[in-house]
C-alpha cells in the first residue's frame, strides 16, 4: 500500500474542509439551516476516505470534472444567492 498522498488528494481534502466549513456556517447563522445541512453532505464528496467507501460499496467513483462543477455550483449558491459573508458577519457578532 502506497503511503504518500498525491497532490489531488491533498487538494480534494482542503475543497472538503472549506466545503464543510461553508456548510456549518449556512447551517447555523441564516434562515435556511436545511441548505447548509445539504452543503455539509456535498462536502463528503470531496473528502477521499469517504470517496473510497463510496468506490468499495457501489464501484463507483465520482469523476473530477462532476466534483469541479459541484464546487462552482457551491461557491455561487454560498456567495451568491446565500450571501455568506453577511453569515460570517453574522457569526462574528455572536462570537
Same mark, same amino acid.
Request: proline letters at 6%; a negative charge.
Given at each position: ?6 497532490? $489531488? ?6 475543497? $472538503? ?5 461553508? $456548510?456549518v456556517v449556512n447551517t447555523?447563522? $441564516? ?11 456535498l462536502a463528503f464528496v ?30 455561487w449558491a454560498s456567495l ?16
Open positions: 500500500m502506497n503511503n504518500t498522498l498525491p497532490i $489531488g488528494n491533498i487538494f480534494s481534502s482542503l475543497v $472538503g474542509i472549506v466545503v464543510l466549513a461553508i $456548510g447555523f447563522w $441564516g434562515n435556511d439551516p436545511g441548505f447548509g445541512i445539504f452543503i455539509v453532505f470531496y473528502l477521499p476516505p469517504a470517496n473510497a467507501i463510496l468506490k468499495n460499496l457501489t464501484g463507483f467513483s465520482i469523476p473530477s470534472a462532476l466534483k469541479i462543477a459541484l464546487g462552482v455550483f457551491i461557491l451568491g444567492v446565500g450571501e455568506l459573508f453577511d453569515k460570517i458577519e453574522l457569526m462574528r457578532m455572536d462570537l
